[in-house]
């Protein structure tokens, strides 16, 4: 082997520049020519990829084989001089490289990886490559339109709802009748209710009093809700980035009653209405949706996405927040003093922003906001009676005034639980069997990635074990498909490439997906299953958020 003289190296460098080396050049200029349209070093991308093709979200690097570390294991002894030197910044790049895999992973980017010298070598074979994921992946682009279209809308596009309330204020008005909550939404209400009777019946002269009375006689009152609140509730809970309602489930099972909601995607309103009867509010940044929000509740829950803090001092403070979605969290927590709060997040937060990030809100909500927050804990679904292994980090708190100091997260419980306690009964539809060309695909990518020593790639959860993560976007869907070789009828029905694979691969169905979240079996699915998959893997696992709520409930109720 050879060792590396400072020659060596210097011209290893130069021919490893970060950025427009020969080999990239190469690759880019033979693409351009057969047609293919790309950004090169797009910053807008995580990791700056050297080629991106944003529509389809596939990322092309051409990595030097000095900077990135090509078969590391045997070369780091190779440099004579200044090892420990060279050694940290080369690991450094292959932790770095990790690191965007797996950031572009996750946010559904298809990455490609070539050494430098193999585009130079084996041009021709590197280039069809690249067509051919570049195929794979329009079919996949298709397929994925073709779901995810509803109406004259595509899913890809993130729908916001109209910032309208009014049906979100006639549904609360409408649940809370019986405590005294519904004042707060009444005349709104009336107002908006009006207009609908108006629209309804334009012959007739609709006045307040009508209105009041058909409201009183449940005209809009919807009697089959799935999941209706206790009829003698014990506590009041608002529901923040409410998703499809997950804390809700949760907390009404232990009694409680739900004052407000808001959320503001098209289609989890959807599903939240379709099983509480109610409509969620909108934009929870807006003073409009803020103002809504009930004095009096007991606890707050909120999932809110992390974010980053520009913290310009040592420890973050409330208004180094401002800005975040967990901003507007404290600031309603500041403005309404409920008795607990109840946030969660994902594992990561942990880590975030190198543990600025959860610093900061911890440091806000003990010192600014005087609760006191027992160190934050990372719960495992798969302690709490779901098989999947759903790590996220809950945080608690209480108000001053109720006096609490001392609290204990629930303890897991010891019940074995594998996918076969979830899996369908009965055969599943065609459409849920990958096609041969896509297990190709998957069966590619896993191995580049494994010879490069990187454990990603699809993975079949056999029906004795538990599934992993059940996430929106990334890899969610191909990290759990599973065996289920009861399917007889072989007719593809959707459009797909090559055939329907006979070993029995398949995803899993959003059903079962609920059921490792732990929603229960009548839980409805009021949306294509595109949707569902991102409501489930966006949603809290019900059994670990109940335990939590359980304890925080029996401190605050004493
Ligand atoms: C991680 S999910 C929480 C899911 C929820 N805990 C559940 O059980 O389904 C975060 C949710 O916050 C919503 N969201 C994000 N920003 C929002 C905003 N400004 N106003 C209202 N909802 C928002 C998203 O649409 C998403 O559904």
Redesign the pocket.
């Known amino acids: 082997m050879d060792k590396l003289t400072k020659e060596q190296r210097r011209k290893n460098m130069q021919a490893n520049k970060s950025s427009g080396t020969k080999p990239e050049l190469l690759l880019a200029k033979i693409l351009f020519a057969g047609g293919y349209r790309y950004r090169k070093n797009n910053k807008a991308v995580f990791g700056k990829p050297d080629l991106t093709f944003k529509k389809i979200k596939l990322a092309i690097f051409v990595d030097g084989e000095f900077w990135h570390g090509k078969d590391w294991e045997q070369r780091k002894h190779d440099h004579k001089t200044n090892k420990e030197f060279w050694s940290k910044k080369i690991e450094r790049n292959i932790q770095r490289d990790k690191e965007v895999n797996q950031e572009l992973s996750k946010q559904g980017w298809y990455i490609l990886r070539f050494w430098s010298k193999d585009i130079e070598k084996n041009l021709l074979s590197c280039v069809s490559q690249i067509k051919s994921t570049i195929k794979d992946l329009k079919m996949d682009l298709k397929e994925k339109i073709s779901l995810e279209n509803f109406g004259d809308k595509q899913f890809k596009i993130k729908l916001v709802e109209p910032d309208n309330n009014h049906e979100a204020v006639l549904t609360h008005y409408l649940h809370n009748n019986k405590n005294g909550v519904s004042q707060f939404y009444k005349d709104n209400a009336i107002a908006f209710a009006k207009e609908i009777l108006e629209q309804k019946y334009p012959d007739e002269n609709i006045s307040l009093k009508v209105v009041e009375e058909a409201l009183r006689n449940g005209v809009f009152n919807n009697s089959h809700i799935a999941f209706p609140p206790d009829k003698n509730p014990k506590f009041k809970f608002i529901d923040?980035?409410?998703?499809?309602?997950?804390?809700r489930l949760a907390l009404q099972n232990l009694g409680g009653k739900c004052v407000f909601t808001?959320?503001?995607?098209k289609y989890?309103k959807k599903t939240y209405k379709a099983n509480f009867g109610e409509t969620p509010f909108?934009?929870?940044?807006k003073d409009s949706?803020k103002s809504y929000i009930p004095d009096g509740f007991d606890v707050l829950c909120a999932?809110?996405?992390c974010q980053a803090f520009s913290i310009a001092g040592k420890r973050g403070g409330f208004e180094d927040t401002r800005g975040t979605?967990f901003f507007?969290v404290a600031e309603i927590i500041k403005k309404k003093q409920p008795k607990a709060i109840f946030l969660?997040n994902v594992k990561g937060l942990r880590n975030h922003d190198k543990g600025k990030t959860l610093s900061t809100i911890l440091n806000v909500l003990r010192e600014d906001l005087g609760y006191f927050v027992p160190e934050p804990e990372i719960i495992n679904a798969k302690n709490f009676g779901v098989p999947q292994n759903r790590e996220r980090i809950f945080i608690v708190g209480f108000h001053p005034n109720t006096g609490i100091t001392d609290f204990s997260y629930p303890e897991p419980s010891d019940e074995k639980i594998t996918f076969a306690d979830v899996k369908e009964e009965n055969v599943v539809p065609t459409k849920y069997y990958l096609s041969t060309q896509y297990l190709q695909t998957l069966e590619n990518h896993k191995a580049r990635h494994e010879s490069k020593g990187n454990g990603f790639g699809y993975n079949i959860v056999a029906d004795d074990e538990i599934a992993n993560a059940v996430v929106c976007g990334g890899m969610g869907r191909e990290r759990n498909l599973v065996y289920d070789d009861r399917i007889r009828d072989f007719t593809p029905t959707t459009k797909i490439k090559g055939e329907v694979n006979r070993q029995g691969i398949r995803k899993m169905t959003p059903r079962e997906w609920a059921r490792l979240q732990g929603f229960p079996e009548n839980y409805i699915i009021p949306v294509a299953d595109a949707s569902a998959y991102k409501?489930f893997g966006?949603?809290?696992a019900v059994p670990a958020i109940q335990a939590t709520a359980k304890e925080i409930i029996k401190k605050i109720l004493g």
């Open positions: 923040l980035f409410a998703g499809i309602g997950g804390f808001s959320e503001w995607d989890a909108g934009d929870i940044t949706t999932g809110f996405p979605l507007e969660e409501q966006n949603s809290v």
